[in-house]
């Protein structure tokens, strides 16, 4: 009976010694991660407020967090290897928390961006922070939400943001969030409710490329003030409207391309250029610089039936 027990003893031994195996390999690959991706992420600060920053490209622009920026126009970048430098603001995204920084470096080395595949949830993920002006911290966790628009409590309304549950400290605004290869997934830029929200990669790239070209993001504007609606389901399931959510229509300000298109308060808006419109952010993601000065159908709905307008969305003022 005894000699039976040795053998689950060894086993058991066993057992530990290869636990201990894994954790340490995860350990390992963890490290082996912050200490590759170290040299992308650089300290941004200008006296009274810090943050961190992306290393974007090898032409030596840098992404950070708008409100990280603030008013500033010109603030200190620390890079990895100890260099100080200015940094000049290039351009902003102030409705998605995003701004471009350019400093006059060589040697800088860019993160490579997810592409070409959907984040997931439940995907394990990490935030870096650069808030010595050195090493980075590094925080874990895993995705909890890959794509949502979100009202920031901070002013801004995200349209395609990452919800994680890493716990982000002071500092990590503007960092970035990477996947288990390394690869960019989103920019860092708030944590609450123990969840941390991150703009994506997706329209990091969309707004940066805009911002590098002419220094600003190009909106269209409408002039009015909507929210979402939930729908009845006999007019949700008919065919022309398809969708559960649509735009109620509060205000109309005057002479503005909204005014001009026939829209009063009171009306749904279901579709914009024939795309569903079921929240803010749906619109205000289509409304880009591609469809300024342009006409644009646009469903309406007037009770329970559904109008087709045209409307020629302005450029909105900065």
């Given amino acids: 009976m005894l000699a039976l027990l040795y053998p689950r003893r060894d086993i058991f031994k066993m057992s530990k010694q290869s636990n201990a195996g894994l954790l340490q390999s995860l350990s390992d690959a963890v490290a082996d ?8 992420v650089v300290r941004v600060g200008d006296g009274r407020r810090q943050g961190t920053g992306i290393v974007w490209d090898s032409e030596g622009h840098i992404l950070t967090a708008d409100h990280v920026v603030g ?9 990895h290897d100890g260099r100080r430098m200015e940094a000049k603001v290039v351009g902003r995204d102030p409705d998605n928390d995003l701004a471009l920084l350019k400093v006059g470096a060589g040697g ?3 993160l490579e961006a997810m592409n070409g595949r959907a984040l997931r949830a439940g995907e394990l993920v990490f935030a870096f922070a650069n808030l010595a002006g050195k090493d980075p911290s590094v925080a874990s966790g895993v995705v909890t939400s890959p794509s949502r628009g979100i009202q920031g409590w901070w002013g801004v309304m995200i349209e395609d943001a990452v919800i994680t ?3 982000l400290n002071p500092g990590y605004s503007g960092g970035p969030l990477v996947d288990a290869w390394g690869r960019l997934v989103g920019m860092n830029v708030a944590c609450f409710s123990s969840r941390g929200v991150a703009v994506s990669a997706k329209t990091l790239k969309e707004r940066a490329g805009r911002l590098v070209k002419d220094g600003r993001i190009r909106r269209g504007y409408l002039g009015i003030v909507a929210e979402p609606v939930a729908l009845p389901e006999e007019i949700a399931s008919k065919p ?5 959510t649509a735009l109620l229509v509060r205000s109309v300000e005057a002479g503005t391309p909204a005014k001009a ?4 308060i009171g009306d749904v808006l279901v579709k914009f250029s024939g795309s569903p419109l079921t929240d803010i952010g749906d619109l205000h993601g289509l409304l880009s610089a591609d469809v300024i000065g342009k006409s644009v159908p646009l469903t309406v709905l007037r009770g329970e039936r559904t109008s087709d307008l045209t409307v020629t969305p302005k450029e909105a003022e900065e």
């Avoid at 991660?33 to 992308?40: F, H, K, Q, T, V």
């Avoid at 298109?261 to 009063?264: H, R």
């Fill in 261 to 264: 298109a026939g829209l009063t």
């Fill in 165 to 167: 549950d890493a716990q």
């Fill in 33 to 40: 991660l912050a200490e590759r991706i170290s040299p992308s």
């Fill in 108 to 110: 800088l080395v860019p």
């Fill in 240 to 244: 022309e409207v398809g969708q559960e």
């Fill in 71 to 79: 008013r500033a126009d010109v603030l200190e970048v620390a890079l």
